[in-house]
Each structure stands twice: as C-alpha cells, then as structure tokens.
C-alpha cells in the first residue's frame, strides 16, 4: 500500500487528478523491491525506477508507448521476458545492476528499433570483450551507448565482425572481385 500512497501524494504535489494526465511518474528512491502495476497510466512516456531494490523485473503493466525508463542502481539481474513490448522506448538506462547475459540481454531488446540512448555499464555483461560491438550490431538504432556516443569506425569494426559474410560480398563488390 505504501506505493499506492506515494503515487497519489505524487500526483497530488503536481496537480495532477486525473490518471490519464499522467505522462510521467518518478518512483525513484522508494526503497521497491519490484515494479508496482502502473497499467491505469495509459499515457505514461516517462518512467524513474532508479536507486531502488528491484530484483526481479516484470514491467508487464508498463504501457507499450513508453519511450524512457530509468531502472540504473538496482540489483536487477535479468530482463529477459519484462521489456520486449516496450518498442517505443528511446531510452533506456540499466547501469549498475546485476544483469547476466549479453545474449539473453540483446535478444529482449531486439524490436526496439527506436532506441537510441541506453546504458548498461557496471553490469557483468559490460566485461564482456566484445560487448560494446556485440550491441551495436544487435541494436543498430543506439546512437549513445553507455555514456559515449557511438562512432562511425566501431559500427564498421561491429559489422566486419559479426556480418563477416556480407562484409567479404561488399569488399569484392567494390573492388570488382567475385566473392569466392
């Protein structure tokens, strides 16, 4: 119930009386061990869930329009099956949690082909080698990645690595080679 109260007295500071006025809501800082229901805020594109305690994540109830969300310093530790629906999302932050699995990770992520801002520093699957490019490649729409804007030659590097086969088609196409 202590959500509950701290949404209404939210809204109430902002002057909001109405659910569908809602665009954004922080829940920042609330001690959460899990994301409340928010499904009654059918307009909500704004989202702070940082510096919590969220474990597990179900965002179920988060509405598909949502475009940022803020869930860095918690000790989430994976988001497989909680956020593939939210492909309006542009940006998304998820530094600093417990986050496993670079595969598992990308492939939840994978319809959200408007993402452009998210970071996932500070996470086990960050010391991964080859994660910065396995990311470009598997979400090509980010422009910024952990903090640092994405460069031209790390989305070549990413392609020649993880497209090996269209790369070689592409060279020898340019330099009039038949691709053996």
């Known amino acids: 119930m202590e959500v509950a109260d701290d949404i209404k007295k939210s809204l109430q500071k ?35 869930l940082n510096n919590n305690k969220i474990r597990e994540l179900s965002c179920r109830s988060l509405n598909c329009c949502l475009t940022e969300l ?10 497989s ?23 598992d990770t990308m492939h939840e992520l994978r319809r959200m ?10 996470n086990p699957i960050s010391h991964d080698p ?9 979400l090509p729409s980010v422009l910024v990645l952990d903090r640092k804007e994405l460069r031209s030659v790390e989305r070549e590097r990413s392609f020649q690595m993880y497209s090996q086969e269209r790369h070689r088609v592409l ?9 053996t």
């Open 14 to 48: 902002s002057g909001i009386r109405r659910d569908v006025d809602v665009c954004q809501l922080s829940l920042a800082t609330k001690k959460l061990t899990s994301v409340p229901d928010l499904s009654r805020f059918h307009f909500l594109r704004k989202l702070w």
């Open 70 to 79: 803020y869930l860095h310093n918690n000790n989430i530790k994976s988001i």
């Open 81 to 103: 099956g909680a956020l593939n629906h939210l492909t309006c999302l542009r940006l998304l932050f998820l530094h600093n949690n417990q986050i496993r699995g670079l595969e």
């Open 113 to 122: 082909q408007q993402l452009q801002t998210a970071s996932f520093f500070l």
């Open 130 to 138: 080859a994660y910065r490019l396995h990311v470009i490649h598997r």
């Open 171 to 179: 060279q020898s196409v340019a330099f009039c080679r038949r691709a």
